[in-house]
């Protein structure tokens, strides 16, 4: 037996549960792991909610990353040990205790990074590996626009960009947040409660535009987001923490010849090659310092639902992770 926290229907922070379940034993090609950090991500938020509108089974785990030690392993695992300390993104059911999870998908930790830090940082060191390297890779000398530049996402997108050499322009909802991502490496910080981003991100510019936003707010930026880009510019929809995008003409991206993805993390990590490559990208730039994660709260995992309604608040800064 172990405690997850699930819901039974879809709902605010209100329908998680605190209950207990079967632990199976790992089956072939699986391993059974003890948690001891869960990721805590807005995408979490979704799966609860059921915004992204997928058919789903009840009840349901919420989670979808997590840290922990392998304590057992299923028939044909020869990748992994008893002991080993492993990380994972992207395999539903994490708000757990113990769980058991695919062995193809563990990845092990190096020594060198703390398992807190993996929970708090893994899912969104892989996001912005693909945002910044592969989906649109940054060049030295672009100006680019991030969205939501203070939270979890945003602070290593900013980080990890200016690395790369960009110009950095990022949007937040507080003079506090502004600070915060400045000493991050946010060129540009635009407080959009206060300003007209659009306007200060063509000032900025000098009316140019930018080639790139990274737009993770959804309904109440992202048509603004298209206004800030240059002829020819990407913009790219990650994330919906206001509500989906709705829907618009596509000859709105007609005068500029602009193009829009909606990607997600899935499809840029779905093989090994991909999964273990984009993760030693992640360990190299925590390990480096390039980018430094905050881990600015703890919740024990049972508390869940007030994580959620913080998270949701959208005062919060940085990465918080779920302690089970």
Same mark, same amino acid.
């Given at each position: ?6 819901i ?28 001891t ?12 909610? $059921? &915004? ?7 009840? +349901?785990?919420?989670? %979808?990353? #997590? !840290?922990g ?6 028939t044909?695992?020869?990748?992994l ?19 058991v ?31 910044l390297r592969?989906?649109?890779p ?15 996402? $945003? &602070?290593?997108?900013c980080?990890?960009?200016?690395? +790369?050499?960009?110009? %950095?322009? #990022? !949007? ?10 400045k ?6 910080p635009?407080v ?10 063509m ?32 913009a ?23 193009t ?40 024990a ?13 959208r ?6 992770i779920?302690?089970?």
């Amino acid at each position: 037996m172990a405690n997850v926290i699930q819901i039974h229907e879809h709902g605010g922070p209100e329908v998680m549960k605190w209950e207990p379940v079967d632990v199976p034993d790992p089956g072939p090609g699986e391993v059974q792991i003890r948690q001891t950090g869960v990721g805590l991500n807005f995408v979490d938020t979704y799966h609860r909610t $059921g &915004q992204l509108g997928h058919k789903v089974s009840f009840p +349901l785990i919420l989670g %979808v990353q #997590g !840290t922990g030690v392998v304590e057992a392993l299923g028939t044909g695992v020869d990748s992994l040990n008893p002991g080993d300390r492993v990380t994972y993104s992207g395999v539903p059911g994490s708000y757990a205790e113990t769980r058991v999870v695919p062995a193809g998908r563990m990845v092990r930790l190096p020594d060198d990074i703390p398992d807190d830090l993996a929970a708090a940082a893994f899912l969104r060191g892989l996001t912005a590996e693909y945002l910044l390297r592969r989906l649109y890779p940054v060049k030295a000398g672009e100006t680019i626009l991030v969205h939501a530049a203070a939270g979890g996402a $945003g &602070q290593i997108i900013c980080q990890w960009a200016k690395a +790369l050499g960009a110009q %950095v322009i #990022g !949007t937040v909802g507080t003079d506090e947040k502004a600070a915060l991502v400045k000493g991050l490496g946010c060129d540009h910080p635009i407080v959009y409660t206060r300003d007209d981003f659009v306007e200060r991100v063509m000032e900025i510019t000098s009316g140019k535009g930018v080639p790139v936003a990274y737009d993770s707010v959804g309904k109440d930026t992202f048509l603004g987001t298209l206004d800030c880009l240059r002829p020819m510019g990407h913009a790219v929809n990650f994330g919906t923490a206001s509500g989906q995008v709705e829907p618009f003409p596509l000859q709105h991206l007609h005068s500029k010849s602009l193009t829009v993805t909606r990607p997600t993390l899935g499809t840029f990590i779905a093989t090994r090659e991909d999964l273990e490559m984009a993760s030693d990208a992640v360990f190299g730039v925590l390990r480096d310092g390039t980018v430094k994660v905050d881990i600015t709260a703890r919740y024990a995992l049972k508390d869940a639902a007030q994580a959620h309604a913080d998270l949701e608040s959208r005062a919060t800064t940085g990465a918080m992770i779920l302690v089970p």
